[in-house]
Protein backbone atom coordinates (compact mmCIF):
# COMPACT_ATOMS: atom_id res chain seq x y z
CA UNK A 1 0.00 0.00 0.00
CA UNK A 2 1.90 3.56 -1.01
CA UNK A 3 1.47 6.61 0.35
CA UNK A 4 -0.67 8.07 -1.71
CA UNK A 5 -3.43 5.44 -1.10
CA UNK A 6 -3.47 5.87 2.58
CA UNK A 7 -3.32 9.43 2.31
CA UNK A 8 -6.69 9.58 0.62
CA UNK A 9 -9.18 8.71 3.58
CA UNK A 10 -7.49 11.31 5.66
CA UNK A 11 -7.98 13.87 3.18
CA UNK A 12 -11.33 12.48 2.67
CA UNK A 13 -12.20 13.29 6.51
CA UNK A 14 -10.49 16.74 5.90
CA UNK A 15 -13.07 17.36 3.19
CA UNK A 16 -15.96 15.83 5.40
CA UNK A 17 -15.07 18.29 7.99
CA UNK A 18 -15.02 21.52 5.97
CA UNK A 19 -18.06 20.37 4.02
CA UNK A 20 -20.12 19.77 7.51
CA UNK A 21 -18.67 23.13 9.31
CA UNK A 22 -19.52 25.34 5.82
CA UNK A 23 -22.95 23.71 5.71
CA UNK A 24 -23.67 24.13 9.38
CA UNK A 25 -22.66 27.97 9.19
CA UNK A 26 -24.89 28.30 6.23
CA UNK A 27 -27.97 26.65 7.46
CA UNK A 28 -27.99 29.19 10.57
CA UNK A 29 -27.56 31.61 8.84
CA UNK A 30 -30.61 30.97 6.67
CA UNK A 31 -31.90 30.48 10.15
CA UNK A 32 -31.60 33.43 11.48
CA UNK A 33 -33.05 35.27 8.58
CA UNK A 34 -35.97 33.00 9.13
CA UNK A 35 -35.96 33.69 12.63
CA UNK A 36 -36.05 37.79 12.13
CA UNK A 37 -38.10 37.15 9.12
CA UNK A 38 -41.13 35.19 11.30
CA UNK A 39 -40.42 37.61 14.08
CA UNK A 40 -41.92 40.66 11.68
CA UNK A 41 -44.87 38.89 9.94
CA UNK A 42 -46.22 36.61 12.56
CA UNK A 43 -45.72 39.07 14.88
CA UNK A 44 -47.73 41.42 12.43
CA UNK A 45 -50.33 38.24 11.96
CA UNK A 46 -51.21 38.53 15.51
CA UNK A 47 -52.99 41.65 15.60
CA UNK A 48 -54.01 42.01 12.31
CA UNK A 49 -57.39 40.79 12.72
CA UNK A 50 -57.79 43.73 15.61
CA UNK A 51 -56.08 46.61 13.68
CA UNK A 52 -57.97 46.07 10.31
CA UNK A 53 -61.69 46.43 12.56
CA UNK A 54 -60.00 49.97 13.56
CA UNK A 55 -59.33 50.91 10.12
CA UNK A 56 -63.13 50.10 9.14
CA UNK A 57 -62.85 46.29 7.76
CA UNK A 58 -65.81 43.90 8.11
CA UNK A 59 -65.52 40.36 9.51
CA UNK A 60 -66.43 39.34 5.51
CA UNK A 61 -63.30 41.96 4.19
CA UNK A 62 -61.39 40.32 7.02
CA UNK A 63 -61.55 36.92 5.66
CA UNK A 64 -61.26 37.79 1.93
CA UNK A 65 -58.21 40.35 2.38
CA UNK A 66 -56.85 37.02 4.34
CA UNK A 67 -57.75 34.46 1.69
CA UNK A 68 -56.57 37.17 -1.27
CA UNK A 69 -53.19 37.07 1.07
CA UNK A 70 -52.44 33.63 0.99
CA UNK A 71 -53.91 32.64 -2.82
CA UNK A 72 -51.63 35.48 -4.10
CA UNK A 73 -48.79 33.75 -1.95
CA UNK A 74 -49.00 30.19 -3.15
CA UNK A 75 -49.80 30.67 -6.69
CA UNK A 76 -46.68 32.77 -7.03
CA UNK A 77 -44.23 30.11 -5.51
CA UNK A 78 -44.36 27.92 -8.87
CA UNK A 79 -43.70 30.57 -11.78
CA UNK A 80 -41.22 32.02 -9.07
CA UNK A 81 -39.54 28.43 -8.45
CA UNK A 82 -39.31 27.41 -12.13
CA UNK A 83 -37.78 30.73 -13.23
CA UNK A 84 -35.07 30.57 -10.89
CA UNK A 85 -34.14 27.20 -12.04
CA UNK A 86 -34.36 28.32 -15.89
CA UNK A 87 -32.71 31.62 -14.98
CA UNK A 88 -30.49 30.42 -11.98
CA UNK A 89 -31.13 33.48 -10.26
CA UNK A 90 -32.26 32.01 -7.06
CA UNK A 91 -30.44 35.07 -5.41
CA UNK A 92 -32.34 37.39 -6.92
CA UNK A 93 -35.79 35.84 -6.24
CA UNK A 94 -34.78 35.74 -2.57
CA UNK A 95 -34.12 39.30 -2.06
CA UNK A 96 -36.82 40.82 -4.09
CA UNK A 97 -38.89 38.51 -2.24
CA UNK A 98 -37.70 39.28 1.19
CA UNK A 99 -37.59 42.91 0.34
CA UNK A 100 -41.14 43.01 -0.79
CA UNK A 101 -42.03 40.74 2.43
CA UNK A 102 -40.23 42.28 5.11
CA UNK A 103 -40.79 46.27 4.41
CA UNK A 104 -44.55 45.53 3.54
CA UNK A 105 -45.05 45.08 7.05
CA UNK A 106 -43.99 48.10 9.01
CA UNK A 107 -45.45 49.62 6.13
CA UNK A 108 -48.82 49.21 7.53
CA UNK A 109 -48.25 51.33 10.51
CA UNK A 110 -48.94 54.20 7.87
CA UNK A 111 -52.30 52.51 6.22
CA UNK A 112 -55.06 55.20 6.71
CA UNK A 113 -57.76 52.20 5.24
CA UNK A 114 -58.43 48.55 5.27
CA UNK A 115 -57.95 48.32 1.21
CA UNK A 116 -54.37 50.21 1.82
CA UNK A 117 -54.12 47.20 4.63
CA UNK A 118 -55.35 45.13 2.10
CA UNK A 119 -52.69 46.03 -0.88
CA UNK A 120 -50.03 45.59 1.75
CA UNK A 121 -51.50 42.00 3.83
CA UNK A 122 -51.14 40.79 -0.31
CA UNK A 123 -47.75 42.49 -0.89
CA UNK A 124 -46.06 40.38 2.10
CA UNK A 125 -47.63 37.31 1.07
CA UNK A 126 -46.36 38.16 -2.89
CA UNK A 127 -42.88 38.71 -1.10
CA UNK A 128 -43.35 35.11 0.52
CA UNK A 129 -44.25 33.51 -2.00
CA UNK A 130 -40.98 34.90 -4.45
CA UNK A 131 -38.31 34.22 -2.44
CA UNK A 132 -39.86 30.70 -0.63
CA UNK A 133 -39.14 28.23 -3.56
CA UNK A 134 -35.80 29.73 -4.47
CA UNK A 135 -34.62 30.26 -0.53
CA UNK A 136 -35.38 26.34 -0.29
CA UNK A 137 -34.03 25.09 -3.50
CA UNK A 138 -30.80 27.42 -1.87
CA UNK A 139 -31.04 25.75 1.44
CA UNK A 140 -31.01 22.51 -0.27
CA UNK A 141 -27.58 22.67 -1.53
CA UNK A 142 -26.38 24.48 2.12
CA UNK A 143 -27.22 21.04 3.94
CA UNK A 144 -25.41 18.50 1.68
CA UNK A 145 -22.53 18.68 4.05
CA UNK A 146 -24.55 17.80 6.96
CA UNK A 147 -27.39 15.97 5.95
CA UNK A 148 -30.55 17.12 4.30
CA UNK A 149 -32.43 16.22 7.36
CA UNK A 150 -31.15 18.02 10.15
CA UNK A 151 -30.01 20.79 7.96
CA UNK A 152 -33.83 21.62 7.58
CA UNK A 153 -34.84 20.82 10.76
CA UNK A 154 -32.38 23.36 12.38
CA UNK A 155 -33.84 25.89 10.13
CA UNK A 156 -37.23 24.94 10.93
CA UNK A 157 -36.38 24.95 14.78
CA UNK A 158 -35.10 28.84 14.39
CA UNK A 159 -38.06 29.65 11.78
CA UNK A 160 -40.28 28.62 14.58
CA UNK A 161 -38.58 30.34 17.43
CA UNK A 162 -39.34 33.67 15.66
CA UNK A 163 -42.90 32.45 15.00
CA UNK A 164 -43.00 32.78 19.29
CA UNK A 165 -41.00 35.78 19.81
CA UNK A 166 -42.40 38.12 17.30
CA UNK A 167 -46.25 37.95 18.56
CA UNK A 168 -44.93 37.98 22.21
CA UNK A 169 -43.39 41.18 21.37
CA UNK A 170 -45.90 43.06 19.32
CA UNK A 171 -47.75 41.94 22.98
CA UNK A 172 -45.65 43.80 25.04
CA UNK A 173 -45.32 46.52 22.89
CA UNK A 174 -49.44 46.74 22.87
CA UNK A 175 -49.30 46.87 26.86
CA UNK A 176 -46.66 49.56 26.88
CA UNK A 177 -47.67 51.79 24.28
CA UNK A 178 -51.32 50.89 23.67
CA UNK A 179 -51.59 51.51 19.64
CA UNK A 180 -51.53 49.16 16.78
CA UNK A 181 -49.60 51.36 14.74
CA UNK A 182 -46.51 51.84 16.92
CA UNK A 183 -46.27 48.09 17.43
CA UNK A 184 -46.56 47.61 13.81
CA UNK A 185 -43.80 50.48 13.26
CA UNK A 186 -41.96 48.43 16.30
CA UNK A 187 -41.14 45.99 13.73
CA UNK A 188 -39.25 47.75 11.34
CA UNK A 189 -36.56 46.40 13.91
CA UNK A 190 -36.36 42.71 13.34
CA UNK A 191 -37.51 43.33 9.40
CA UNK A 192 -34.01 45.66 9.58
CA UNK A 193 -31.93 42.28 11.26
CA UNK A 194 -33.55 40.00 8.79
CA UNK A 195 -32.14 41.85 5.45
CA UNK A 196 -29.18 42.37 7.25
CA UNK A 197 -28.41 38.82 7.82
CA UNK A 198 -29.84 37.33 4.08
CA UNK A 199 -27.15 39.74 3.02
CA UNK A 200 -24.10 38.11 5.34
CA UNK A 201 -26.03 35.11 4.29
CA UNK A 202 -25.03 35.56 0.73
CA UNK A 203 -22.02 36.66 1.23
CA UNK A 204 -20.76 33.83 2.94
CA UNK A 205 -22.77 31.53 0.90
CA UNK A 206 -20.18 32.41 -2.00
CA UNK A 207 -17.77 31.36 -0.40
CA UNK A 208 -18.88 28.46 1.31
CA UNK A 209 -20.42 26.12 -1.23
CA UNK A 210 -17.71 25.73 -3.11
CA UNK A 211 -16.23 23.35 0.29
CA UNK A 212 -19.73 21.93 0.42
CA UNK A 213 -20.63 21.30 -3.52
CA UNK A 214 -16.83 19.44 -3.68
CA UNK A 215 -17.34 17.24 -1.06
CA UNK A 216 -20.78 16.09 -1.68
CA UNK A 217 -22.82 17.40 -4.27
CA UNK A 218 -20.37 16.68 -7.09
CA UNK A 219 -20.74 13.07 -6.22
CA UNK A 220 -24.59 13.28 -6.11
CA UNK A 221 -24.25 14.89 -9.74
CA UNK A 222 -22.05 11.91 -11.06
CA UNK A 223 -23.79 9.32 -9.55
CA UNK A 224 -27.58 9.94 -9.18
CA UNK A 225 -29.55 8.60 -11.67
CA UNK A 226 -31.95 11.46 -11.30
CA UNK A 227 -29.67 13.88 -12.40
CA UNK A 228 -30.15 13.49 -15.83
CA UNK A 229 -32.70 14.96 -17.93
CA UNK A 230 -35.66 13.04 -16.62
CA UNK A 231 -36.49 15.96 -15.20
CA UNK A 232 -39.24 15.72 -11.93
CA UNK A 233 -39.82 11.62 -11.73
CA UNK A 234 -42.69 9.54 -10.98
CA UNK A 235 -42.28 9.17 -7.35
CA UNK A 236 -42.11 13.07 -6.83
CA UNK A 237 -45.51 13.07 -8.15
CA UNK A 238 -46.60 10.42 -5.95
CA UNK A 239 -44.60 12.36 -3.59
CA UNK A 240 -46.20 15.70 -3.73
CA UNK A 241 -49.91 13.22 -4.18
CA UNK A 242 -48.95 11.94 -0.61
CA UNK A 243 -48.16 15.35 0.79
CA UNK A 244 -51.86 16.97 -0.61
CA UNK A 245 -53.72 14.09 0.98
CA UNK A 246 -51.91 15.12 4.74
CA UNK A 247 -52.53 19.19 4.25
CA UNK A 248 -56.28 18.56 2.87
CA UNK A 249 -56.63 16.60 6.37
CA UNK A 250 -54.87 18.60 8.91
CA UNK A 251 -57.04 20.98 10.89
CA UNK A 252 -56.25 24.22 10.57
CA UNK A 253 -55.44 25.72 14.43
CA UNK A 254 -58.62 28.38 14.19
CA UNK A 255 -60.84 25.58 13.83
CA UNK A 256 -59.25 24.14 16.89
CA UNK A 257 -59.92 27.16 18.61
CA UNK A 258 -63.17 28.10 17.75
CA UNK A 259 -64.09 23.99 18.86
CA UNK A 260 -62.34 23.84 22.20
CA UNK A 261 -63.62 27.58 23.12
CA UNK A 262 -67.01 26.56 22.07
CA UNK A 263 -66.97 23.27 24.35
CA UNK A 264 -65.82 25.72 27.20
CA UNK A 265 -62.47 22.99 27.66
CA UNK A 266 -60.17 26.18 27.40
CA UNK A 267 -60.79 29.53 28.53
CA UNK A 268 -60.09 32.46 25.96
CA UNK A 269 -56.74 33.51 27.28
CA UNK A 270 -55.23 29.61 27.54
CA UNK A 271 -55.88 29.03 23.81
CA UNK A 272 -52.92 31.40 22.93
CA UNK A 273 -50.81 29.38 24.95
CA UNK A 274 -52.17 26.23 23.59
CA UNK A 275 -50.76 27.19 20.31
CA UNK A 276 -47.26 28.59 21.52
CA UNK A 277 -46.91 25.38 23.14
CA UNK A 278 -47.58 23.54 19.53
CA UNK A 279 -45.11 25.66 17.89
CA UNK A 280 -42.55 24.84 20.53
CA UNK A 281 -43.18 21.21 19.94
CA UNK A 282 -42.96 21.58 16.07
CA UNK A 283 -39.43 23.14 16.94
CA UNK A 284 -38.56 20.23 19.10
CA UNK A 285 -39.75 17.67 16.38
CA UNK A 286 -38.08 19.63 13.63
CA UNK A 287 -34.72 18.60 15.02
CA UNK A 288 -35.43 15.03 15.91
CA UNK A 289 -37.40 14.36 13.05
CA UNK A 290 -34.45 15.59 10.64
CA UNK A 291 -32.07 13.45 12.36
CA UNK A 292 -33.88 10.80 12.24
CA UNK A 293 -34.51 10.96 8.60
CA UNK A 294 -30.82 11.18 7.76
CA UNK A 295 -30.54 8.00 9.01
CA UNK A 296 -33.89 5.62 7.91
CA UNK A 297 -35.52 8.52 5.23
CA UNK A 298 -38.55 9.30 4.46
CA UNK A 299 -39.91 5.91 6.66
CA UNK A 300 -39.35 8.33 9.77
CA UNK A 301 -41.92 10.27 9.14
CA UNK A 302 -44.60 7.84 9.58
CA UNK A 303 -44.71 7.79 12.96
CA UNK A 304 -45.34 11.24 13.46
CA UNK A 305 -47.75 11.44 10.94
CA UNK A 306 -49.46 8.82 12.71
CA UNK A 307 -49.92 11.01 15.63
CA UNK A 308 -50.72 13.81 13.76
CA UNK A 309 -53.73 12.55 12.27
CA UNK A 310 -54.72 11.04 15.86
CA UNK A 311 -54.99 14.76 17.06
CA UNK A 312 -58.17 15.42 15.38
CA UNK A 313 -60.14 12.71 16.97
CA UNK A 314 -58.50 13.43 20.30
CA UNK A 315 -59.88 17.14 20.17
CA UNK A 316 -63.13 16.63 18.62
CA UNK A 317 -64.29 13.27 19.40
CA UNK A 318 -63.90 13.44 23.20
CA UNK A 319 -64.93 16.19 25.34
CA UNK A 320 -61.97 16.25 27.93
CA UNK A 321 -59.58 18.19 28.64
CA UNK A 322 -56.63 16.24 29.33
CA UNK A 323 -57.45 14.62 25.91
CA UNK A 324 -57.32 17.69 24.07
CA UNK A 325 -54.18 18.63 25.25
CA UNK A 326 -52.68 15.24 24.31
CA UNK A 327 -54.07 16.49 20.91
CA UNK A 328 -52.58 19.15 20.89
CA UNK A 329 -49.26 17.94 21.26
CA UNK A 330 -49.67 15.07 18.80
CA UNK A 331 -50.93 18.12 16.41
CA UNK A 332 -47.75 20.03 16.76
CA UNK A 333 -45.83 16.37 16.34
CA UNK A 334 -47.13 16.49 12.59
CA UNK A 335 -46.54 19.76 12.47
CA UNK A 336 -43.16 19.55 12.91
CA UNK A 337 -42.41 17.22 10.50
CA UNK A 338 -44.07 19.17 7.46
CA UNK A 339 -42.12 21.76 8.31
CA UNK A 340 -38.75 20.04 8.45
CA UNK A 341 -38.67 16.65 6.90
CA UNK A 342 -40.92 16.72 4.02
CA UNK A 343 -38.72 19.59 2.42
CA UNK A 344 -35.58 17.58 2.98
CA UNK A 345 -37.31 14.15 1.33
CA UNK A 346 -38.56 16.58 -1.64
CA UNK A 347 -34.86 17.69 -2.05
CA UNK A 348 -33.78 14.43 -1.63
CA UNK A 349 -35.76 13.06 -4.97
CA UNK A 350 -34.75 15.97 -7.36
CA UNK A 351 -31.62 16.99 -8.03
CA UNK A 352 -30.38 20.36 -7.96
CA UNK A 353 -30.90 22.12 -11.05
CA UNK A 354 -35.18 21.81 -10.90
CA UNK A 355 -35.17 21.77 -7.21
CA UNK A 356 -36.64 25.74 -7.54
CA UNK A 357 -39.96 24.08 -9.68
CA UNK A 358 -40.25 21.48 -7.40
CA UNK A 359 -40.23 23.35 -4.42
CA UNK A 360 -42.88 25.92 -6.41
CA UNK A 361 -44.96 22.84 -7.17
CA UNK A 362 -44.73 21.65 -3.87
CA UNK A 363 -45.67 25.10 -2.17
CA UNK A 364 -48.51 25.37 -4.42
CA UNK A 365 -50.37 22.01 -4.27
CA UNK A 366 -49.93 21.84 -0.53
CA UNK A 367 -51.52 25.34 -0.13
CA UNK A 368 -54.16 24.38 -2.37
CA UNK A 369 -55.09 21.27 -0.74
CA UNK A 370 -55.15 22.71 3.03
CA UNK A 371 -57.42 25.59 1.66
CA UNK A 372 -59.54 22.87 -0.01
CA UNK A 373 -59.33 20.76 3.14
CA UNK A 374 -60.24 23.82 5.36
CA UNK A 375 -62.93 24.39 3.40
CA UNK A 376 -64.60 20.61 3.70
CA UNK A 377 -63.20 20.49 7.33
CA UNK A 378 -65.06 23.73 8.32
CA UNK A 379 -68.45 21.99 6.31
CA UNK A 380 -68.39 18.72 8.11
CA UNK A 381 -67.94 20.71 11.31
CA UNK A 382 -71.62 22.61 10.75
CA UNK A 383 -72.87 18.79 10.79
CA UNK A 384 -70.66 16.61 13.25
CA UNK A 385 -67.77 16.88 14.62
CA UNK A 386 -67.26 12.79 13.98
CA UNK A 387 -67.14 13.69 10.39
CA UNK A 388 -64.17 16.31 10.85
CA UNK A 389 -62.19 13.57 13.27
CA UNK A 390 -62.94 10.57 10.36
CA UNK A 391 -62.36 12.68 7.56
CA UNK A 392 -59.09 14.19 8.81
CA UNK A 393 -57.86 11.04 10.18
CA UNK A 394 -58.20 9.07 7.08
CA UNK A 395 -57.23 11.45 4.64
CA UNK A 396 -53.90 11.85 6.38
CA UNK A 397 -53.81 7.81 6.63
CA UNK A 398 -54.48 7.00 3.03
CA UNK A 399 -51.30 9.34 2.65
CA UNK A 400 -48.59 6.31 4.14
CA UNK A 401 -48.51 3.51 1.40
CA UNK A 402 -47.92 6.81 -1.25
CA UNK A 403 -44.50 7.96 1.31
CA UNK A 404 -43.37 4.00 1.83
CA UNK A 405 -43.32 3.73 -2.08
CA UNK A 406 -41.16 7.22 -2.16
CA UNK A 407 -38.40 5.76 0.34
CA UNK A 408 -37.30 3.07 -2.07
CA UNK A 409 -36.28 5.89 -4.36
CA UNK A 410 -34.77 7.87 -1.20
CA UNK A 411 -32.79 4.64 -0.71
CA UNK A 412 -31.51 4.11 -3.67
CA UNK A 413 -30.14 7.55 -4.36
CA UNK A 414 -28.13 7.51 -0.53
CA UNK A 415 -26.39 3.94 -1.86
CA UNK A 416 -25.39 5.76 -5.11
CA UNK A 417 -23.86 8.45 -3.14
CA UNK A 418 -22.08 6.34 -0.50
CA UNK A 419 -21.09 3.59 -3.55
Not at 251 to 267: E, Q, S, T, W
Request: proline share 4%; aromatic share 14%; with cysteine.
Amino acid sequence: MGPEHSQKPFLSKIKASASYSASLQLVLLFGFVSLTADMTYEGARSILGPFLSTVGATGSAIGFIAGLGELTGYVVRIFAGSIGDKTKGHWAFVYLGYFINQIAVPLLALARSWPQVACLVVLERLGKGIRSPSRDALLSTATEGMGKGIGFGIHEALDQLGAMIGPLLVSLAMIYWKNYRTALGFLFIPAFFSLLFLFITHNRYKKAIHAITDSQEELEREDSPSTTKAGLGKEFWIYITALGFIAMGYVDFPLIAYHLGKRGLFNEYELPLLYTLAMGIDAVVALVAGKLFDKSGISSMIWPIIMGSLASPLIFVFPLQTLALVGMIFWGIGLGVQESVVRAALASLVPPPIRGRAFGIYYFVFGLFWFLGSFVLGFLYDHSTLYVAVCSFLLQIMAIPMLQSCQRKVSELKNNVQN
